[in-house]
């Protein structure tokens, strides 16, 4: 059985997410385990494999080691027949490529620096800022509901839960809002924050090593 390290309302909580949309999680082994976090708390925990004691990151069965969210997702989706991706060959693959890719490689160096109040010219003319990645979402999705059509996708979960993390740098676009608002509908957002929950006391329950 794969093995995810996860830190309850941190980036891995998004692939808790995609496993309970799937219907997927309960062939996961999910270890909790903290992290240090942005306000000072937390702690790198012993018990997470992740090189740099950061999550997510996943073992799978042969020993493997997948790291970065997009890589863990879409290996997930893979893994279980791919129930919320074009499979190769089919339509909108190359979409789904492109927004995973996107996501690591210009939404979240954007939103970081945005909450770091990070600028230089050398990062604007390589990343570009919020708004061309407001422009990228709202050309991708047209008159879609979602990304990929008219159905959820892992490439919707990823990309909305950037905004879902911080609201507050959030295009201010009638079309993205509205489709991050979908994405959260779609989930199951009662049973991700029940888990979470769950994670919560698990972790105030372990003595630090």
Request: no cysteine; charged share 20%; aromatic share 8%.
């Amino acid at each position: 059985m794969p093995k995810l390290f996860h830190s309850p309302n941190t980036r891995s909580s998004r692939v808790v997410a995609q496993l309970m949309q799937m219907g997927h999680l309960n062939d996961v082994e999910v270890v909790v385990v903290d992290v240090p976090r942005h306000d000072g708390g937390g702690r790198r925990d012993p018990r997470n494999a992740h090189p740099e004691g950061k999550v997510p990151f996943l073992i799978t069965d042969d020993g493997q080691e997948v790291r970065e969210s997009a890589a863990i997702m879409m290996y997930l989706e893979e893994l279980f027949d791919q129930p919320l991706s074009p499979k190769p060959g089919t339509d909108e693959r190359g979409a789904y490529l492109t927004w995973m890719a996107y996501y690591g490689g210009v939404l979240e160096p954007v939103l970081v620096a945005s909450v770091a109040g990070f600028e230089h010219p050398a990062f604007a003319s390589t990343f570009r800022s919020m708004a061309e990645i407001g422009a990228a979402i709202e050309r991708g999705l047209g008159d879609k509901p979602f990304l990929l059509g008219s159905e959820l996708s892992t490439a919707d979960i990823l990309m909305a839960s950037a905004f879902q993390w911080a609201p507050q740098f959030m295009p201010d676009s009638t079309v993205i809002k509205a489709w991050v608002k979908r994405v959260g509908e779609t989930m199951d957002g009662a049973a991700l924050q029940a888990f979470e929950a769950a994670a919560m006391e698990q972790l105030a329950a372990v003595e630090p090593a």
